[in-house]
């Protein structure tokens, strides 16, 4: 009869539901970009950069400017997240993937 208790019990609607809620958390976590750090060179404006190979990225940064920087075709064009307060040509840009 003991087995028959603790056999309901796990079946119960609160356990059902606990067990539920728990798959349903499990299954919501986000997953987050890795990004890498990259030269970005301010674009139209300073000495040409690199030539890209693959993909070419355009972002304007905080001070308003663009800048280009390059990513490999399978990396999305992250962000431009530093800009050399003595020479605002240089620039450090993100490429991520998920």
Same mark, same amino acid.
């Given at each position: 009869?003991?087995?028959?208790?603790?056999?309901?019990?796990?079946?119960?609607?609160?356990?059902?539901?606990?067990? *539920?809620?728990?798959?349903?958390?499990? +299954?919501?976590?986000?997953?987050?970009? !890795?990004?890498?750090?990259? +030269?970005?060179?301010? $674009?139209?404006?300073?000495?040409?950069?690199? &030539?890209?190979?693959?993909?070419?990225?355009?972002? !304007?940064? +905080? $001070?308003?400017?663009?800048?280009?920087?390059?990513? +490999?075709?399978?990396? &999305?064009?992250?962000?431009?997240?530093? *800009?050399?307060?003595? $020479? &605002?040509?240089?620039? &450090?840009?993100?490429?991520?993937?998920?």
């Amino acid at each position: 009869m003991n087995k028959l208790k603790k056999f309901k019990k796990l079946f119960s609607p609160s356990t059902l539901a606990a067990t *539920v809620a728990t798959g349903m958390l499990a +299954s919501s976590v986000v997953v987050m970009a !890795t990004c890498a750090e990259v +030269s970005a060179v301010g $674009n139209g404006w300073c000495p040409t950069g690199e &030539i890209c190979a693959q993909q070419k990225c355009v972002k !304007t940064a +905080s $001070n308003g400017l663009p800048y280009y920087f390059c990513c +490999s075709s399978s990396e &999305i064009c992250g962000q431009v997240t530093w *800009v050399d307060p003595n $020479n &605002i040509c240089n620039a &450090i840009a993100h490429c991520c993937t998920n």
